[in-house]
């Protein structure tokens, strides 16, 4: 089992990583703990947004939807590469999703397919939002695909995760898409070879 690192240390860890860091507002402080608790901490879920436009994007990350509030991750990675830090904590991202996938994600083995959505992701992953479309035509720049990797890779430097501690949304929540325009697999091997 993993505790979540401060939010000092995750800042600090992606830094270190080389990825240009924003911090957004009282980010260490915004989450929705109050909701129920965050950790342990198991992988890192990548999401895509639908949106275009880096301050709009990070906005409706931080503050949220008025059918689901802020912070909907902890980063959002806008198509520059740069990490907008804009939540701490329990963030609505994960939402609902396969025990069968978690199981897997904490054994560190290949994920199988998600067929139920019965175990709440939102306490078990940090969450990161990157700036997409999500159309399949949208592309995703070398910088972006790169910092999201060094993102992983931070955070799973430090809790001694391998790659395979990295999964979509699409690989968690029937039904969800995301991220759309790349594999999961590119992105994990890309994971590994920073981590070697």
């Given at each position: ?107 560190e083995r290949a994920l199988p397919h998600d067929n139920e959505a019965n175990t709440d ?76």
């Amino acid at each position: 089992m993993a505790s979540p690192m401060s939010a000092g240390s995750f800042l600090d860890r992606i830094r270190d990583e080389g990825v240009r860091v924003v911090e957004v507002g009282d980010w260490e402080h915004h989450n929705r703990n109050h909701k129920g608790p965050w950790g342990p901490v198991h992988g890192v879920m990548i999401h895509h947004t639908v949106t275009s436009g880096g301050a709009l994007t990070v906005g409706l990350c931080r503050e949220g939807r008025e059918d689901l509030p802020g912070p909907l991750c902890h980063g959002v990675i806008t198509k520059d590469g740069v990490v907008h830090m804009v939540g701490y904590g329990r963030a609505n991202h994960a939402g609902l999703g396969d025990d069968d996938v978690l199981r897997a994600v904490i054994a560190e083995r290949a994920l199988p397919h998600d067929n139920e959505a019965n175990t709440d992701g939102n306490r078990h992953f940090y969450g990161f939002e990157c700036e997409n479309l999500g159309d399949g035509k949208d592309p995703w720049p070398e910088v972006q695909l790169d910092a999201i990797a060094k993102v992983c890779a931070a955070i799973c430097r430090f809790h001694g995760w391998t790659e395979r501690s990295v999964i979509g949304h699409l690989e968690w929540q029937p039904g969800k898409v995301d991220p759309r325009g790349f594999t999961m697999n590119s992105l994990r091997g890309r994971v590994r070879e920073l981590l070697k």
